[in-house]
């Protein structure tokens, strides 16, 4: 039977992980350089996003361009 505490497998990795970053002297340094990494990775993922973003819509416009010039011949639009 559970007491109501939700159990979290990351739980026991994240305490080994501050463990070890307790002991680290440069452990500031090295989480700033893991924050570094972070953001650029935000950064390129939100970028990545948009440009796909902007292809879709492309593809939308272009679609509806195509479809658009099926039409019967002799109807003008």
Do not use: C, W
Request: net charge negative; hydrophobic share 40%.
């Amino acid at each position: 039977m559970s007491n109501g505490v939700t159990r979290n497998p990351y739980t026991l990795f994240l305490i080994f992980i501050l463990l070890l970053l307790s002991t680290d002297k440069s452990a500031d340094v090295k989480l700033g350089f893991v924050r570094g990494i972070i953001d650029q990775t935000t950064r390129s993922l939100s970028t990545l996003r948009e440009g796909i973003n902007a292809m879709q819509m492309s593809f939308e416009h272009a679609h509806s361009l195509f479809m658009g010039s099926t039409e019967k011949p002799g109807e003008t639009e």
